[in-house]
């Protein structure tokens, strides 16, 4: 029986010819880049995240993995707590180590790349409790792996778990694993709402303290988080090149806080169909009508050719350009965990 391949919407190719790959490599040689910089350190909050119950709260671990606490369910996007990608070592130890992850309800597959399933991290962190969910096409690897609490979902399924809805949406990429399973599961991110989801986005929140004069006040700080009257619709865009997804995807869902890759565009003529470069980043959340912005995939493995500080510094001048709120853009450390507390009596 022949194997299912993939696509992206309209059909866009993210395919490279040997010839193109080779071209990277040798302009590759000549580039001299500066790591110096590293995303800072934040000594993780393991207290309140083993006993937070009512609070949305979402930790980077580093690239694409975030330990994220969503209407009492404890949830892992991508699991990477690998030291190495390839002959890359990472650039900075994950934000929270592995062993002090407190129990998971589910985690989150985007796709099946390396740097987005690491199948050890996956061991570490499974218990008999804990939803694996995967984009369609990857359950039967899974599971021959030994991971049986498996479900997997085509783009727009969706499913409802502890009063979670969990939405499977499109995302611009591909995947492979092996030399001969390239596209055979699918890729795609995810939106996390309940019936509690409301406009009231950390953002607007965190703009109503604001002083008369429009400066903005500590509330972006830990200890003076945003709250809302209910969990805001989460948005984990897993990894993709820009797209017409966004617009669809806002259409649908009204977007409190976006999780949005940021990193491994350069160079972009290589990139351009498969990573977002910042600008597109920003277009993208733009576009989805999303309210806060909390940057990944970038900082944790050197994918391509450009550095943790050229992504920041591009998102920070396009931020600038467009006129975007600077409250509306939540760069995290490894470790560091943005809280959004609920308004008592806003929720059962």
Request: proline letters at 5%; glycine letters at 8%.
């Amino acid at each position: 029986m022949p194997k299912i391949r993939y696509n992206n919407i309209d059909n866009v190719s993210t395919d490279k010819t040997l010839k193109e790959f080779k071209q990277w490599r040798e302009q590759r040689r000549s580039k001299v880049k500066d790591y110096s910089y590293t995303v800072p350190k934040h000594p993780p909050e393991l207290d309140y995240l083993h006993a937070n119950r009512d609070d949305t709260s979402i930790t980077w671990i580093g690239h694409s993995t975030f330990f994220i606490q969503y209407y009492g369910l404890n949830i892992v996007t991508d699991p990477v707590w690998a030291e190495k990608m390839g002959f890359q070592r990472r650039l900075g130890a994950p934000g929270i180590p592995i062993q002090d992850i407190p129990p998971l309800d589910i985690i989150l597959i985007s796709h099946s790349h390396y740097d987005h399933l690491h199948l050890a991290s996956l061991r570490k962190l499974i218990t008999a409790k804990t939803l694996l969910i995967v984009p369609d096409g990857l359950k039967r690897k899974m599971i021959r792996k030994g991971f049986h609490r498996c479900q997997e979902m085509k783009w727009w399924d969706h499913m409802t778990l502890g009063g979670v809805k969990i939405t499977f949406v499109p995302a611009q990429h591909w995947t492979r694993r092996t030399l001969f399973d390239t596209n055979t599961s699918h890729w795609g991110g995810y939106v996390l709402e309940t019936n509690h989801s409301v406009t009231t986005s950390a953002a607007e929140s965190a703009a109503t303290t604001s002083d008369k004069d429009g400066s903005s006040t500590e509330s972006r700080k830990n200890e003076a988080s945003e709250s809302s009257s209910g969990p805001p619709v989460l948005y984990f865009v897993g990894d993709t090149g820009y797209f017409q997804g966004f617009k669809t995807i806002g259409e649908r869902f009204d977007i409190g806080v976006t999780l949005m890759p940021i990193g491994a565009y350069d160079p972009e003529w290589f990139m351009t169909s498969q990573h977002v470069t910042p600008e597109e980043a920003l277009q993208g959340f733009v576009e989805s009508g999303s309210q806060l912005m909390v940057p990944m995939h970038y900082g944790t493995f050197k994918l391509a050719d450009d550095t943790p500080k050229e992504a920041l510094d591009r998102l920070e001048v396009e931020r600038e350009r467009l006129g975007i709120g600077k409250e509306r853009i939540r760069v995290l450390g490894h470790g560091e965990t943005l809280r959004i507390r609920h308004e008592k009596g806003k929720q059962d």
